[in-house]
């Protein structure tokens, strides 16, 4: 079950994802993680958050995701683009994408 990489709740199969996709700063080397889910630091927080970390054959790193957190709601989203906007060492750029 996919957990909300903000709040930490559990998602139910039958409720909305949020997906933030994000791309990696250069450096930021998470490719002994593809394709599985990797808990990831975040330094502003100090805590660690769990990220899925695309395969590099897979459609969403064809279309420039290197990441993707899931999140529980909107307010959840907005809150973890405001961290990682302030996580330059690993994140360059993010985009709200829809998982459903
Ligand atoms: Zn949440």
Redesign the pocket.
């Known amino acids: 079950m996919l957990r909300?990489a903000?709040?930490m709740?559990k998602i139910k199969d039958n409720k909305p994802v949020f997906g933030l996709s994000v791309k990696f700063a250069e450096g930021a080397n998470f490719s002994n993680s593809e394709g599985t889910i990797t808990q990831i630091k975040l330094h502003t927080r100090n805590t660690s958050v769990p990220m899925i970390v695309t395969a590099s054959d897979s459609k969403a790193k064809n279309q420039g995701t290197d990441g993707i957190f899931t999140?529980?709601?909107e307010r959840?989203g907005e809150k973890m683009k405001d961290t990682v906007k302030k996580e330059l060492t690993t994140f360059k750029e993010f985009k709200d994408i829809s998982l459903k």
Do not use: A, D, I, T
């Open positions: 909300c903000w709040c709740k999140l529980c709601s959840c």
